[in-house]
């Protein structure tokens, strides 16, 4: 909120405002980016290629099509999509599996203590130790994929759902039960709901670690996706289309985080409204 | 207003006086009694399962077998070597983490502008799948402990950093308000009031930071076939075909050393940070 | 309209909250619960409205045996915050019973709007709970308990929450809805001047183990106003016995 200067705020303080606060959210990246374009060109490390190189590499490789397939090439089709559909494929079972179940258990108290050491073992069960197993089981394609991002994704939204299931106010089950409102649609109108904001939370966390498990799937044994093209290009030592795999690993998940809090956003819009309140009153 | 529908009073005992108060030792034995049955029918279902030979149990042992494999393991001393060699580096590099992502975290925190123009930079960092980075983690620093650390470590410091940020950020405005009244000056206040009150967030950081580390660990050590570690045990092993019990002991013993971390973050949790709940709704 | 008779509650063996609590409530009447902080109050209110089952003893709602929660019946707590429904808009919460009672729509949305206008809300029904003040979420428990027609309503402390003048404003809009509707309510409050002002009469409950040690008819005129009857001798009477007799264990307490 500065004052002087000169006087660009005074004439148009929205113009000066706007350009201040974008100026403020992405100089640092964009900063850091030149600087790296810098360093890489004076270093000259194969390792570490300057940005540019990577961008216009990474044109080459993935926007390089027809105008009538908005300019996407055929490795967008043949590797990306695939593994996106995989991605989200799995981490939707898991959601499916995952919410029904959890309610289930978290409705009872003695059932879900009972089970709690199973999951929280299963939980702890990192992802890539499986991959030999769901491989010699399920073969090297996409089932074994969806399985394994399914399998790994389940247990933070089945733990997280029974949490939210367990943890509903008492005061509102209190309400609903002196007004004499069915067990069904008790469940359905006061115990989702309250749990809405523990389940979210849930899927968010599962959401990156499908991103994670769908890589570490693709990283081993694989013939397509994204995870695979990085793998193939260090094998024959392509350091830029590697980075390119990268940097588009970073947009995906950033992009499906941003997302998914948007759709949570709106979802859950009244969550942020109360608990906002709670915390100013 | 006393709570009558029998949920737990989270604030019953914090901090020591927690593992012996509130639930008296008697509770405490049937806890662990019902913990054990429920592993031990856990262990009864997979058996029965296994048994019903759905996949021939070349692919699919029984559960009892791989059980057996994982006594066996656990007294190999070479395995043991295996499981040490796993826990270094994910130590090792959850440390670097802690240690880089702390100091940093609070100096961002502190200073409005640095808070404002660095989150966008986390927020964009932070969803990075760090075993995207194994490839070229294996290009720069090869297979062994360096590569390992190397990447636990980055994964490790980006919840940790934005938890810490947040953390201290996110400090209740009114209680550096009264300390200012108190004539407190700006370091006492960061030592006294903003520290302590993020310390339970920071802790969260490292609990989420502590599990992430052990998936890029054994994933490093799986796709880079580093030369140790229980990782690259679990590859060694399916590689040598038709030795699923021990594939399976391995990957089950890795689930039990995660669960057995995670379950000794929360008691410190509980025993440390445990006062965050008080005064705080269910919900 | 309810009956308690040798009504006893113990959590556990060692722990009795409640003995011997008998008392009736006449259709009609408000009735208040005042006791020390902690004596069991809240412990008798769940028992009447079927929440707990008391571990002696028989309640009568209507001349039938409580067991469960019994129809006709309608709570507001004192926590409005945590028994709203946040995630749903005042006309929601109101509507919520209604779904499940045998009435048409119609009848449903008159019924909703007739109860925001019995609480002074008319035009709130699409805010959340979470955009009003406290006073207004409490109105709104009102004029749910309000819309499910109930003939008894219980009330828990709901006022401890809120402000003096708050207070005050709901105090009189209790009173005026039983005018309006006839409802028989039944108040647990620690505050005493709430207690006589609102009542017909005041049940006083002892130290835990609570047992009643008087129950004080109020006779004050109605209607009642916050100032004019405040003042009046008669209320200050009633006020002091009432007050002599919560405080007096206390003080033979403080001089062992």
């Known amino acids: 909120m500065s004052t002087e200067g000169i006087g660009i705020d005074r004439w148009h303080p929205h113009a000066f405002n706007a350009i201040q606060s974008l100026a403020v959210r992405y100089g640092l990246g964009i900063a850091l980016i030149i600087v790296w374009e810098y360093a890489a060109r004076k270093a000259g490390s194969i390792f570490f290629p300057p940005p540019s190189e990577i961008l216009h590499r990474a044109v080459t490789l993935w926007l390089s099509g027809p105008p009538s397939r908005l300019f996407l090439s055929g490795s967008v089709f043949q590797d990306v999509i695939p593994s996106l559909l995989r991605l989200l494929g799995g981490w939707a079972l898991a959601v499916l599996v995952g919410v029904p179940f959890g309610i289930l258990i978290g409705r009872s108290r003695s059932l879900s203590d009972f089970l709690n050491p199973a999951l929280q073992f299963l939980r702890a069960i990192p992802g890539p130790a499986l991959i030999p197993v769901f491989i010699i089981l399920l073969g090297t394609e996409s089932t074994m994929r969806v399985t394994l991002i399914a399998f790994g994704c389940v247990w933070p939204i089945l733990l997280n759902t029974i949490e939210g299931t367990r943890t509903v106010d008492p005061v509102q089950l209190d309400t609903v039960k002196a007004f004499r409102i069915p067990r069904h649609a008790r469940l359905w109108r006061i115990v989702l709901p309250a749990a809405m904001p523990k389940i979210f939370a849930g899927m968010r966390v599962s959401l990156s670690l499908a991103v994670i498990l769908m890589v570490v799937s693709e990283l081993a044994a694989s013939t397509s996706g994204i995870g695979y093209r990085i793998q193939n290009a260090q094998i024959m030592f392509l350091l830029t289309d590697m980075w390119c795999g990268i940097v588009l690993l970073a947009l995906i998940g950033y992009t499906l985080n941003w997302l998914f809090l948007k759709f949570e956003k709106r979802v859950l819009g009244w969550h942020r409204g109360a608990r906002g309140r709670t915390a100013t009153s | 207003m006393s709570d009558l529908s029998g949920a737990a009073d989270p604030r019953a005992g914090f901090g020591r006086s927690r593992l012996f108060t509130g639930p008296n030792l008697l509770s405490r034995a049937a806890t662990t009694l019902r913990v054990g049955l429920g592993i031990f029918a856990f262990f009864l279902i997979l058996e029965f399962v296994t048994r019903l030979e759905l996949v021939p149990p070349v692919y699919l042992p029984r559960a009892s077998t791989v059980v057996r494999r994982m006594v066996e393991l656990l007294q190999d001393p070479k395995f043991l070597g295996h499981v040490l060699a796993t826990l270094h580096a994910w130590a090792v590099g959850l440390a670097l983490a802690t240690l880089i992502s702390v100091p940093i975290g609070i100096l961002i925190g502190t200073s409005e502008l640095s808070y404002k123009m660095t989150s966008p930079l986390i927020e964009f960092m932070r969803p990075i799948p760090s075993v995207a980075l194994i490839p070229l983690g294996i290009l720069l620093w090869g297979q062994g402990f360096s590569m390992k650390i190397i990447l636990v470590a980055y994964a490790a410091t980006w919840p940790i950093l934005f938890n810490t940020v947040y953390g201290v950020h996110d400090v209740d405005p009114i209680a550096v308000q009264t300390a200012r009244c108190f004539g407190l000056k700006q370091s006492a206040i960061l030592r006294r009031i903003c520290l302590p009150s993020a310390a339970p967030f920071i802790f969260t950081g490292i609990r989420i930071s502590a599990a992430i580390a052990l998936i890029v660990v054994v994933g490093a050590e799986l796709l880079a076939s580093a030369d140790s570690g229980i990782g690259s045990y679990i590859l060694f092993v399916s590689l040598n075909g038709g030795q699923m019990d021990s594939v399976l002991a391995g990957a089950a013993i890795a689930g039990i050393i995660g669960a057995m971390i995670n379950s000794a973050l929360g008691l410190i949790d509980r025993r440390f940070f445990g006062w965050r709940y008080l005064g705080t709704l269910p919900s | ?256």
């Open chain 3, 1 to 256: 309209m309810l009956s308690v008779e040798r009504l006893h509650h113990a959590y556990a063996p060692e722990q009795l909250v409640a003995a011997n609590i008998t008392f009736d409530v006449k259709p009609g009447e408000i009735v208040s619960i005042v006791g020390p902080s902690g004596c069991g109050k809240t412990t008798l209110l769940k028992a009447l409205a079927g929440l707990l089952k008391p571990t002696g003893g028989t309640i009568r709602f209507q001349g039938k045996v409580v067991q469960g929660i019994p129809d006709g019946l309608a709570i507001v707590f004192q926590e409005y915050g945590r028994s709203l429904l946040p995630w749903t808009t005042v006309n929601g919460n109101i509507e919520l019973p209604l779904r499940y009672q045998p009435i048409t729509s119609a009848e449903c949305r008159r019924r909703i709007v007739e109860s925001l206008k019995a609480v002074n809300l008319t035009g709130c029904g699409e805010l959340y709970p979470w955009q009003l003040s406290g006073g207004m979420q409490q109105r709104v428990a009102i004029a749910r308990a309000l819309a499910y027609q109930p003939k008894l309503l219980l009330m828990d402390e709901p006022f401890a929450s809120l402000d003096a003048q708050t207070r005050a404003d709901l105090e009189d809009l209790v009173a005026a809805v039983r005018d309006q509707f006839g409802i028989t309510i039944v108040l647990v409050t620690h505050d005493i001047d709430e207690s006589v002002y609102l009542s017909d009469r005041v049940i006083v409950l002892s130290h835990s183990p609570s047992s009643i040690l008087a129950q004080v008819n109020v006779g004050l005129p109605r209607p009642r106003d916050q100032i004019q009857t405040k003042a009046t001798q008669q209320f200050v009477e009633k006020r002091s016995e009432i007050a002599q007799m919560i405080r007096r264990p206390v003080g033979r307490e403080a001089h062992r």
